[in-house]
């Protein structure tokens, strides 16, 4: 597994993205809506990985809870796999917590399935995979 980007929960992208191209000296290279996860995503390229900034898109977005909850800040980190459905079948026997049955589509042409944070000391693991 490799770190494909850092998600990181913000209250708003017009603030956020100009802020972020400052501190990291590259532009926002997308925006994207997943409306399936009620997220707003922007890019940012950094080296082999990237940034990913989230902000709720309604307001039954997990990004609003956990904004509440914890206040701006990293919401996951991202691990980039050759086979999603292999990892999370590997996962899953070792008792890890997937929050979805199946990859879904994510942001950035990816397949994704999240790890419950209960699981994995506290911090909520994404597996990515490219779509090909
Ligand atoms: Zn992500």
Redesign the pocket.
Known sequence: MKP????IAVKELKISIPLFEQLLNTPCYKTENVASEGVK?AFFQTGDSKI?L?EADNDNSPIVKFINKKGEGI????FEVENIEAEMKRLAALGFELLSEHPKK???N?L?CFLHPKTTNGVLI?L?QEIK
Do not use: Q, R
């Not at 494909?4 to 998600?7: A, L, M």
């Open positions: 494909e980007h850092i998600g995503t990913e989230l919401h996951h980190i991202a994510g942001a950035d990816k994704v994404e990515t």
